[in-house]
């Protein structure tokens, strides 16, 4: 079968994904990948798939750069001859719909990250975006045939506001983690704590910023880490919001990263206070590695810890709980070590890659073990 994977930034979809694509080329299936960025085609051919670069604005909603996206689509289906249409990320995932069912193909899988800005964000310009963003759904999620989702509250939001049906829904708890590619790593002689994420408030990123602030007044040697890219989405953070942090050695900040693997094995403790996740891919990038979790009992996020055992479940928007754990933690290094262990366990027994993509490749009838 041709399988179209429509995408957005190429890089993290191939760290995340680059098994689910080569277990569709061991089957014999020819896979082309779309997504917003050159320069990766080479990247990208070296296995086994087909890279076509589809241009569009991940940040706002213009409609007809919106119809020439779908336009995009709908010529590289015809072209392709393809069969089976699967997406992420919420443009791929509506105009990659839209125009499969514009083309005649029946399977259709988009993946649903995380609700995002649209069903997350606050205020007046968050409730227009959600109206929008809602219509988008019902429109792509009309024309598909099975929705992953990444974690059950989504299925119950997107299910109790008549978006979908829950008969559509596939729960897959995240993309997977590829344990042999984030492998078991020695902790770090001395505690420190890592965040990597978009530099977004949403992602309790300032809440990590004021623990940080007062935990160094009492441990001023523990290092404070932030890896990630400068993002245009409306709760975005400007490097001048966090000067004063990096100008008083709080954090250390070190930009966005190909490869995050000797940020985690560097750090003690992965922390992601965010306000609302898929299920997010740097945690078990994390747990693989043998770390432990600080994250908040959000959705997405909870389903990635055992309180007290492979890390700390702290409420939501509070630096307080946040510093607190932080603390306990840097007090008793030994129970760190051994909430590290605990990651390793609960990552190869929950998100090992081969599980969720087994799933994946089952719901399309195309199940690896055929």
Request: aromatic share 10%; glycine share 8%; proline share 5%.
């Amino acid at each position: 079968m041709n399988i179209l994977i429509n995408s957005g930034r190429i890089p993290p979809f191939l760290t995340t994904r680059r098994k689910l694509i080569l277990d569709l080329i061991h089957k014999g299936h020819k896979v082309i990948l779309t997504g917003y960025q050159e320069g990766f085609e080479e990247e990208v051919e070296k296995i086994g798939a087909s890279l076509i670069v589809v241009p569009f604005d991940r940040a706002g909603f213009n409609p007809i750069k919106d119809m020439v996206q779908v336009y995009r689509y709908y010529k590289i289906i015809k072209k392709y001859n393809i069969d089976i249409v699967h997406s992420y990320t919420i443009k791929p995932n509506v105009f990659g719909s839209i125009a499969a069912k514009l083309s005649g193909v029946k399977e259709v899988y988009p993946t649903l990250n995380g609700v995002g800005y649209a069903f997350s964000g606050q205020g007046l310009k968050a409730k227009v975006v959600r109206l929008f963003a809602s219509i988008l759904y019902f429109i792509a999620f009309k024309c598909s045939i099975k929705i992953f989702f990444h974690n059950s509250d989504d299925i119950n939001l997107m299910v109790n506001s008549h978006l979908v049906k829950r008969n559509k829904c596939v729960l897959t708890l995240g993309s997977g983690i590829d344990m042999e590619y984030y492998k078991e790593q020695e902790m770090p002689n001395s505690i420190s704590f890592l965040l990597i994420s978009r530099l977004l408030r949403a992602k309790g990123i300032m809440e990590y910023l004021k623990a940080a602030k007062f935990v160094k007044e009492k441990y001023p040697d523990v290092e404070f880490n932030l890896v990630g890219p400068i993002d245009p989405n409306p709760t975005g953070i400007k490097l001048s919001d966090i000067q004063d942090y990096l100008d008083n050695d709080i954090i250390k900040y070190h930009g966005p990263q190909d490869d995050v693997r000797p940020f985690i094995k560097g750090s003690s403790v992965l922390v992601l206070p965010s306000y609302r996740e898929g299920l997010p891919h740097t945690i078990l990038e994390a747990m693989s590695i043998g770390r432990a979790i600080l994250t908040t009992s959000a959705p997405g996020c909870k389903e990635t810890v055992e309180d007290g055992v492979n890390g700390f479940l702290v409420k939501l928007y509070s630096s307080s709980d946040l510093k607190e754990k932080i603390i306990e933690m840097i007090e008793n290094p030994e129970k760190v070590i051994e909430m590290g262990k605990q990651s390793v366990l609960l990552a190869k027994d929950r998100f090992e890659v081969s599980i969720v993509n087994n799933i994946i490749l089952s719901t399309m009838g195309l199940n690896i073990s055929n």
